[in-house]
């Protein structure tokens, strides 16, 4: 079946550093990938998607490319800020299992600070 | 962007008690979930449903059941409450074009002494 993997379960550093939260799934379909944000005590959120291999896509100054010869979604920015503190969830759906919804990662906190 | 609306936020029961938590998405979409979160597992699906009177069971099914009873409202049902099921749970909703993007509730908070 449909698997996604998020390494790092905590990543803290500092405000204004970049960052780079790792994503690879497996699956024997055609994939779309989604990146959602859950801030504390809130719904999670869409981020930004893709199904479209080696394209970067960018929402709210996070960007991602997919590359479906890694199997790779990875979620990066150029300087954090304190807001982007929050759990961050990869996710994958695919033709196969439309009706299903999205398969998620553990998720990754990420700690900003000042 | 999508409305989905849960209720109770909080919900405190003991074990072998009956909790029903609810869920409404006033957009017309079609499918529906139930998610429960838990530190270390992520989202896990429990139920969801595709239409009013569908329902279609998820990856962690045991000891829940639910209930679609029109387009708009999805119930979790939990008859026999044990701690295990002390969790955060999250519905969420998606339409049929939406390329597979969901919109999540508040969630509920549920703790079963």
């Known amino acids: 079946g449909d698997s996604v993997t998020q390494t790092e379960g905590l990543v803290t550093l500092t405000k204004g550093l970049p960052v780079m939260l790792n994503c690879t799934y497996q699956t024997t379909y055609s994939p779309f990938l989604f990146w959602y944000v859950q801030h504390l005590n809130e719904a999670p959120k869409l981020l930004l998607k893709?199904?479209?291999?080696?394209k970067r896509t960018e929402h709210q100054g996070f960007y991602a490319t997919l590359h479906k010869s890694s199997s790779s979604f990875h979620l990066q920015k150029s300087s954090v800020q304190l807001s982007d503190s929050a759990l961050y969830f990869c996710a994958l759906s695919d033709r196969n299992n439309y009706a299903q919804g999205l398969t998620f990662g553990l998720g990754t906190r990420v700690s900003v600070f000042p | 962007e999508a409305a989905v609306t849960q209720s109770p936020r909080n919900k405190v029961t003991v074990t072998g008690g009956n909790v029903t938590l609810s869920c409404r998405q006033t957009n017309s979409h079609n499918y529906m979930y139930w998610y429960r979160q838990d530190t270390g597992h992520g989202l896990r699906l429990i139920h969801y449903?595709?239409?009013?009177?569908?329902?279609q069971i998820g990856d962690v099914p045991d000891g829940y059941k639910a209930t679609r009873t029109t387009q708009e409202d999805f119930f979790l049902l939990l008859e026999l409450a044990s701690p295990s099921q002390t969790s955060l749970y999250f519905c969420a909703s998606k339409d049929r074009g939406s390329q597979n993007t969901l919109y999540f509730g508040a969630g509920t908070r549920l703790s079963v002494l």
């Open positions: 449903s595709y239409g009013a009177g569908n329902l």
């Open positions: 893709s199904s479209t291999d080696n």
